[in-house]
């Protein structure tokens, strides 16, 4: 009867326990199965965002603008716009590979340690002496093959167009422990590299300052030449063409990162990869990078200009009689047909003219020498008109609009003008003034609405406006603005010449 009793006790208790536990088990399963639908929720979601991104890409890569000289039209904060400063660190610490990549226009890296060079693979490593276990959970894995951190980088400075940048050549950036002697270093330098891409529209005179030279200028400029460029698909015609600049940002010869050079394994104590770039042809004093001099500006980089090419800074031919102009000239797309008329009513009006017709041959000291020493440079919207670049400050730019092409005259030249400290006029042609006024009917919207054909997409654009246009200048209505500005030039040459007449009195 104890017996009994013991077990039946324990048999109850056993029972009550068995539903106490399947209670509770029941609780865990609802428990669990609203987490089940909420994960499921939260994944149906994430999935149909990440397709409604997919979405938008695919369409504006399909109606995008795949161009060269691009409309940049996207609504960007000043932030953006002006590509105000990267987060760098003041003071990073050895062993360090560090990415910014929320820039619109560039990505950029920052390495500082022990770095070494690898161009059959593409690749730049950073070694550290930390200690690898800690990222290994203990799995069997030789540790100078384990990667620490990779980042990959396009060293280009046109990140939002995908079409262009699919042909830049891709560094990969790896932090690895520190490695036995199966990579050493062939040449040790004691300064800092730069690694940048002269790949993608470098050919044409724009994108090769404003996507290259002024971003080197403006990565490099705090260094005070105390740094080494290494460049990934290299020109030759290109370091001839601007060997007299770079040699203004570097005391050393660059190193060519070519895979096909089978170079040697170059090493650094630190390194960026990529450039910064603030605006078209701008440079923004406000987002240089950290420790660039006061002076590193617009005017800072046309002194440096001065100095490549051995000009004497702020001469000016206040001293001639006759105000030199220069005048650029294009053959094929936006010439201007009776260009011989418009120099001949220059010359009368009393202006000195030179003609300058540069192409890719043409020495860059021979353009700067012309324009340098020139009062008022004119010519119609194009990749020329870059050249304003080596005009004094204070001279006239007189840049003639094609139809069509109002944004882009503005944004690439004519804003960039007006920061430089130049006096610009922008000559916005008539209807007449175009020889698509020849080819379309009078009321087509080429000739009447530009802005609506330019909403089509830049193919139209390019394919009406830019290949297929030329201009023939009312000389009427231009001989109205050549008069305003030679009067213009003496009424500022008297003015000069008193106040140096009082400064010698005094």
Not at 157 to 185: F, G, Y
Not at 494 to 499: A, E, Q
């Amino acid at each position: 009867m104890v017996y009994f009793q013991i077990y039946y006790y324990d048999l109850h208790e056993t029972r009550k326990f068995d539903e106490t536990s399947f209670i509770n088990k029941s609780k865990i399963m609802k428990k669990e199965l609203r987490l089940i639908k909420r994960v499921q929720s939260k994944l149906l979601s994430l999935l149909f965002l990440s397709f409604l991104s997919c979405s938008l890409i695919w369409v504006s890569q399909i109606f995008g603008f795949p161009f060269s000289l691009s409309f940049i039209r996207e609504e960007k904060s000043s932030h953006e716009k002006l590509g105000s400063d990267f987060s760098i660190p003041s003071s990073i610490s050895n062993g360090t590979l560090y990415c910014d990549k929320s820039h619109f226009r560039t990505d950029i890296c920052f390495m500082k340690g022990d770095i070494r060079t690898n161009s059959s693979s593409s690749s730049i490593f950073i070694y550290t002496s930390t200690n690898p276990k800690s990222h290994l959970n203990d799995f069997a894995t030789h540790f100078e093959e384990h990667e620490l951190k990779h980042e990959t980088i396009k060293p280009y400075t046109r990140k939002w167009e995908t079409s262009v940048m699919n042909t830049i050549d891709q560094l990969h950036l790896i932090s690895k422990p520190l490695a036995n002697s199966d990579h050493k270093c062939d040449v040790v330098h004691n300064v800092p590299a730069i690694f940048f891409s002269t790949g993608g529209y470098t050919g044409n005179v724009y994108h090769e300052f404003n996507d290259g030279i002024i971003p080197l200028y403006i990565t490099s400029q705090h260094f005070n030449k105390e740094v080494i460029f290494v460049i990934l698909e290299y020109h030759s015609w290109w370091y001839t063409k601007y060997a007299q600049i770079l040699r203004q940002l570097s005391n050393f010869p660059l190193i060519n990162f070519d895979s096909n050079n089978h170079s040697k394994t170059h090493c650094f104590q630190e390194a960026i990869v990529g450039l910064k770039i603030h605006d078209e042809l701008t440079i923004d004093s406000s987002g240089l990078m950290e420790g660039s001099s006061s002076t590193a500006n617009m005017l800072g980089f046309r002194n440096l200009l001065s100095r490549a090419f051995e000009a004497p800074k702020g001469v000016l031919n206040h001293h001639k009689k006759k105000p030199k102009m220069v005048l650029l000239s294009r053959s094929g797309s936006r010439a201007i047909i009776n260009e011989h008329l418009l120099v001949k009513l220059a010359q009368k009006i009393g202006f000195n003219v030179q003609i300058l017709k540069p192409n890719r041959k043409t020495e860059l000291g021979t353009i700067y020498e012309a324009i340098s020493s020139s009062d008022i440079m004119i010519g119609v919207h194009g990749a020329g008109m870059t050249h304003l670049l080596f005009l004094e400050p204070k001279c006239i730019l007189v840049q003639v609009i094609p139809l069509g092409t109002d944004w882009a005259s503005e944004n690439y030249y004519g804003q960039p003008a007006k920061k430089m400290g130049l006096r610009y006029i922008g000559y916005k042609i008539h209807p007449r003034e175009s020889s698509l006024y020849q080819k379309y009917n009078k009321d087509d919207p080429v000739l009447t609405d530009p802005n609506s054909v330019n909403k089509k997409g830049w193919g139209y654009t390019k394919t009406v406006y830019l290949d297929d246009q030329k201009v023939r200048l009312d000389l009427k209505r231009f001989n109205k603005l050549l008069v305003r500005v030679y009067d213009d030039h003496f009424v500022n040459l008297r003015n000069t010449s008193r106040r140096q007449h009082g400064r010698l009195i005094l």
